[in-house]
């Protein structure tokens, strides 16, 4: 089910589709950022997800993030770089969110 999620939101195995969250998402980071997509972020990690068919096996899980997973393992990193949480529109947060079938914090 996570696969599917974020299929469709617009992260395919064919690259981001016009006018979906993934473009919406793409565009948003891409001015945060100065122009580009950093990598490591939300819209690359969801796209590099998108076109393996990987989130799932990633432990972004449609029923919560999977212990011992990579998944876990990127949210412990961002919880100790913020002080014990995981931040609203980070890369964690939006890539479950849109995991579960949300719109990832952002939109």
Known sequence: ?????????????????SGSLASSLMSQEARASGGGVPSGGPTST???????????????TSSGIA??????SRMSQEATAHGGGVP????????????MGGKGGRR
């Not at 696969?3 to 981001?16: E, K, Y």
């Not at 212990?67 to 876990?72: C, E, K």
């Open 1 to 17: 089910m996570s696969d599917r999620n974020v299929h469709s939101a617009g992260f395919t195995p064919s690259g981001i589709t």
């Open 46 to 60: 969801l796209q590099e997800m998108g076109a393996r068919g990987t989130t799932h096996s990633s432990g972004y």
């Open 67 to 72: 212990g011992g997973s990579v998944a876990s």
């Open 88 to 99: 609203r529109g980070s890369t964690t947060s939006t890539v479950q969110s849109i995991s």
